[in-house]
């Protein structure tokens, strides 16, 4: 019989955001905002728009801004209304109505594979997807969909891959792959997290988007610390898609839209200044400021 569709999303927010230090020393790295909305709410929204409305959070010690951003803020909304300010107050309740969200802390931050194993008592015994909210996935470009849809006709687990250059595949988890009769799918024969010199089967990177099979759990409770001493969901990946248990295969839905990486400080500014270019409201006057500044100003300041 066919399962029902999927509905469970975990979204692991635990990290120290050390590369954003001091600017994630009291806040998570989730909660920089990409414009004027944190990153963390690009990825709620995705989740929502694929029925994922079932989010639990796997915080670390700073849930608190999380926990408030998606919550209401009665004294802004009052002011707002107040002044008549309509557009504004929608913009903020726009967080809070978005879907209600579960937490879970971590306790201390052992790793994604860590993190997801903390979910279980939330998700219990069906297939969930997990979203890294460092990546961003445009909406333009569906992803996730396409990974149900994959998950939902071949059972196991399901991983985004993204072809990277290969001298970036160190940055990520790598995969070795097969073809399968569909172009954008590929089985998964083996992974590994951050590979080193020489060790990178492919040039095909693990981005933040898993659809995974309950099994996982089972999986990631066997799994020793890997790269940085941390439990990786890549290594549990890995050992399921070499076994060959009920939980196995391990698919990849090989993505190339586009996807920003707000985990990387590089990236981050590309992301802001590529939104702002495009956005309805700034990106008019952005474009020609930047134009301008790039052509004349850069040049002259150097
Ligand atoms: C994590 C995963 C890695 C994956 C990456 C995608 O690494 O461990 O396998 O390729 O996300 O963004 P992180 O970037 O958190 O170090």
Not at 97 to 111: E, F, N, P, T
Not at 139 to 155: F, H
Not at 198 to 214: K, M, N, Q, W, Y
Request: some cysteine; hydrophobic content about 40%.
């Amino acid at each position: 019989m066919r399962s029902p569709r999927l509905t469970k999303a975990v979204i692991p927010v635990g990290g120290l955001g050390t590369r954003f230090l001091p600017a994630t020393k009291a806040i998570p790295k989730e909660m920089l905002p990409v414009i004027d909305k944190p990153a963390i709410q690009y990825v709620v929204e995705e989740s929502v728009t694929v029925g994922l409305t079932d989010i639990l959070m796997v915080t670390g010690r700073n849930k608190r801004s999380l926990e408030d951003h998606f919550d209401r803020n009665l004294e802004i909304e009052e002011t707002l209304a107040r002044r008549g300010d309509e557009a504004q107050l929608l913009r903020v309740r726009e967080s809070s109505d978005l879907v209600s969200l579960h937490y879970v802390r971590q306790g201390a931050a052992k790793g994604v594979g860590h993190a997801v194993l903390c979910a279980q008592p939330h998700v219990g015994n069906e297939p969930f997807a997990v979203l890294l909210g460092d990546d961003l996935i445009d909406p333009r470009d569906p992803l996730l969909d396409r990974m149900i849809a994959v998950q939902e006709r071949c059972g196991g687990s399901v991983v985004a891959l993204m072809e990277v250059d290969p001298r970036d595949i160190h940055l990520y988890g790598c995969a070795a792959v097969v073809p399968t009769d569909e172009a954008d799918v590929v089985r998964i024969t083996g992974l590994v997290e951050k590979p080193g010199p020489g060790e990178a089967p492919s040039t095909c990177a693990v981005i933040g988007r898993f659809v995974l099979h309950p099994g996982i759990f089972d999986v990631i409770r066997g799994t020793r610390p890997g790269r940085g001493g941390e439990i990786q969901l890549t290594d549990a990946l890995d050992s399921l898609s070499r076994s060959r248990t009920a939980h196995a295969p391990v698919h990849g839905v090989l993505f190339s839209g586009r996807r920003y990486d707000t985990g990387d400080r590089a990236d981050y500014l590309r992301t802001i200044v590529r939104l702002a270019c495009e956005r309805g409201d700034l990106g008019p006057d952005f474009r020609a400021w930047l134009a301008a500044f790039v052509s004349h100003d850069f040049h002259e300041t150097r």
